[in-house]
């Protein structure tokens, strides 16, 4: 049926006012009620983070989430907006989303009187009820809350006329959500700003006498070194929110592989996916936990999820790379394409080292401890004895970006000692009957068991040589 388009048709139908808390509780409570998630993609925060969300939605609390980068805070801020009535009427033309029954605004108010059940009536999506800001030092009061427009004055309005009024971000986000990413960079001046609409839920604009009752929930982000050090939330400011929510990274790898599978994108070949081992994919997610404890790497700042993402993105496209320039079309990554991975870990951790020159040695300790964990979970140790024992007779491996995947498989007719171990790493891999497959399976047996001081490895960048001990 077609939307009631004036506010006569409107009553008529039969639709009710409500307040925007009241709303997001309405629907949050349908969600928990049939077990949906509160928010769709928020992986590892079943547990922890999404009941105390739910908490506060049924509280009618303002929110703020303190976390390290890379924990999800924006994310879960923009999926809030899911929890809105898909369409909302309001006063056609209203700048600030004025509710047809209740408007605010002197324009909407001065329609309503003058044209009653005749007022024009507006639906908007509720994306358009969601207004996000990032606080920056230069962020100011009339970003926010609004400043007399001079284009109005200029028309001929009097500058004691609400109507010269333009109104910033949060009036504009009415009857909506308004989150601030990096609350603590906003100026502590600035955030004075903000405490009528926390508390009132009224504004001030200019030393006028606006009485602009908002309708808003305010969501906020945090990050607790910001929150520490470089800028701070003043203690009236954050006493108005009504919760304050952890987050925190992955608990799990298991977690960290979900989330990689839910936000990579990685390159495909002629439209068909790359086939990724999840041994592989676990080596990407081993790699980010080891960083997180590792003294060498500045845990202050934290260590993204975006660092499992990226890598993941890294080592499928040097693998592409290497099968291209090898005539091949099957891509499968290998360990040998984890070489790749120090360019994108550079950039997301902050190594704490007083010899800068250490940074490559520190990310090439990462993986390799990434590796041997992956080798030593997934290969039981029973299966590999004989690998060794066979390069014992002066057996000579070379392997790398040029080696292809038919002497992998000549490899093996020369040592069918590693078959046992492949089979152990291909046992639930999808299409492990492929060269590619065995190939990445065998170069992760034979750097597992050189970590683990069975083999000897001597090589350079991507070109290694494997040698009984």
């Known amino acids: 049926m077609p939307r009631p388009d004036t506010l006569g048709k409107l009553r008529a139908s039969g639709w009710e006012s409500m307040p925007v808390r009241e709303e997001l509780r309405r629907n949050a409570m349908a969600r928990i009620r049939v077990g949906r998630p509160l928010l769709d993609g928020a992986i590892g925060y079943e547990n922890t983070v999404l009941p105390q969300l739910e908490n506060a939605l049924l509280a009618g609390h303002d929110v703020i989430f303190l976390g390290e980068r890379g924990q999800a805070k924006t994310r879960m801020i923009r999926g809030l907006a899911d929890l809105l009535d898909e369409w909302t009427p309001i006063v056609a033309t209203s700048e600030i989303n004025d509710d047809p029954y209740n408007p605010v605004s002197a324009a909407a108010r001065r329609l309503v009187a003058e044209r009653g059940d005749d007022t024009p009536v507006a639906w908007i999506h509720r994306r358009a009820r969601f207004g996000e800001k990032l606080a920056t030092p230069d962020t100011s009061i009339a970003d926010l809350i609004g400043e007399v427009d001079p284009i109005k004055v200029a028309e001929g309005r009097y500058l004691s006329d609400e109507l010269t009024l333009h109104y910033g971000l949060v009036p504009r986000t009415n009857r909506g959500i308004f989150a601030l990413n990096e609350l603590p960079d906003l100026a502590e001046r600035i955030q004075v700003g903000l405490l009528n609409v926390l508390e009132e839920r009224d504004v001030q604009i200019r030393g006028y006498k606006v009485w602009l ?32 929510i952890r987050t925190h990274y992955p608990l799990d790898v298991d977690t960290e592989i979900a989330i990689v599978h839910q936000e990579a994108d990685p390159v495909s070949v002629a439209g068909q996916p790359v086939v990724v081992p999840s041994f592989m994919t676990e080596i990407v997610a081993e790699l980010t936990h080891a960083a997180r404890s590792s003294p060498h790497v500045s845990q202050r700042s934290g260590v993204s999820v975006r ?43 902050e190594i ?115 040698s009984g001990r």
């Open 213 to 244: 009752p908002l309708d808003v929930l305010l969501v906020a982000s945090a990050n607790p070194e910001d929150y520490t050090n470089r800028g701070r939330i003043i203690t009236p400011l954050k006493d108005r929110f009504g919760a304050q």
């Open 307 to 349: 660092l499992s993402i990226s890598n993941f993105e890294t080592l499928v496209a040097n693998a592409v790379r290497r099968t291209l320039r090898a005539g091949g079309d099957h891509v499968v990554p290998r360990v040998t394409d984890l070489e790749a991975l120090g360019a994108s870990t550079s950039g997301k951790v």
């Open 352 to 466: 704490e080292s007083l010899d800068e020159d250490r940074e490559v040695e520190i990310v090439r300790r990462l993986i390799d401890k990434a590796v041997l964990a992956v080798f030593r979970n997934r290969v039981p140790p029973d299966t590999h004895r004989g690998v060794v024992d066979a390069f014992e007779s002066d057996l000579v491996v070379s392997v790398g970006e040029d080696v292809t995947d038919a002497a992998y498989a000549e490899l093996l007719g020369r040592v069918p000692a590693l078959a046992q171990p492949m089979r152990a790493l291909l046992a639930s891999e999808e299409g492990s009957e492929s060269p590619a497959m065995a190939a990445s399976a065998i170069e992760l047996v034979l750097e597992g068991l050189h970590l683990g001081k069975r083999l000897n490895k001597d090589g350079i960048g991507t070109r290694a040589q494997f």
